[in-house]
């Protein structure tokens, strides 16, 4: 039985590899498409891009994972019985249940394996991915300077840019330089700005200081002047607020301090989490009792079926998230109701099998 179970194992890889990297690719699409902009307008390196899609893989892996193990099962198992190898199985006194045991140790790993994405990884690279998205920003300056922006997000500046050309050099630039003795900040006006190093270069610049009463005090011009941003960005500090970043420990130990809405986002996030983990269970159950023992003429029909089982489960799932999220559904139930739906599917299917002796 251990020569068989490995057999399954090592037969199962492959598929359950190739169908996570089709789902995974398909979810990463809708990004990809939008990173395109970046890449022919925006200016940003192509390695640049490829980093920043690495850190949304991890939890779009949380998800693919689940479904992945599904087809997977689907096309190994649906070989073997095309080849007859579920057959010889059978034969040799393998019931089931046996059949069974090697799929659902695998999808006990894969749902360890989905809790420490969770737990360890997607948080990580959350933060991973916002600080590159602010590195990208500070050095390249199309992607940072957009035209009729007011950006004041920077500690000791505010500036606003008035036009942007395709070399990325600024037209128009006002730079406030901030001062916490005077609430009255020093004013810079320039006709040229471009960035280097982390720093923009103001050409034709003009600047204008004001005492703390708010008069005009020092007037004055330079045919350029270095606003250097680097103290912010080194000291950057960030901290990731989405709590689909979160793990599950920092999400209960938060949740105490919520209310509201808040607090229902928080318990939706746990659940959810918690029921990307077991839904591996159900999942290999279903592909297990809908692909063993089919004959040729009905695979197909086993097929559309898996196919619209794991629309049926994201749209259900989505669903439920969404509507938990406005307080009109349970959140426990919102999040679980379709874990729920496919255990109770996967049993049946799984007891017709046991009953017709497969």
Known sequence: MKIINRYILEELRGPIILSVFIFTFIFLLDIMVAMMENIIVKGISIIDILRLLSFYIPPILTQTIPIGLFLGIMICFSKFSRNSESVAMVSIGMSINNILKPILMLAFSLSLFILFLQESIIPRSFIKLKYLGAKIAYENPIFQLKEKTFIDNLDEYSIY???????????????????????????????????????????????????????????????????????????????????????????????????????????????????????????????????????????????????????????????????????????????????????????KFYSLKKLRGI
């Open 161 to 347: 840019v008035d036009e942007v050309d395709s070399n990325g050099n600024a037209k128009n630039i006002l730079v406030f330089e901030k001062n916490e003795k005077n609430n009255f900040p020093t004013v810079l006006v320039g006709k040229e700005a471009s960035w280097k190093d982390y720093s923009i270069i103001i050409k034709n610049a003009e600047f204008i200081n004001f005492t703390v009463e708010g008069k005009k005090n020092i007037t004055g011009s330079f045919d350029e002047k270095k606003v250097s941003l680097t103290p912010f960005f080194e000291g950057i500090n960030l901290k990731i607020k989405d709590v689909e970043s979160l793990s599950i420990k920092t999400l209960i130990s938060e949740m105490k301090n919520k209310e509201g809405k808040e607090k229902i986002e928080y318990k939706v996030e746990i659940f959810r989490k918690l029921a990307l983990i077991y839904s591996t269970f159900p999942l290999s159950l279903l592909g297990l009792a809908l692909s063993i023992g089919h004959h040729r003429t009905s695979r197909k029909y086993a097929f559309s079926l898996a196919i619209f089982i794991i629309f049926s489960y994201i749209v259900l799932l989505n669903i439920g998230i969404v509507m938990a999220n406005v307080g009109k559904i349970n959140a426990f139930i919102a999040t679980w109701f379709s874990n729920i739906l496919l255990t109770l599917i996967a049993y």
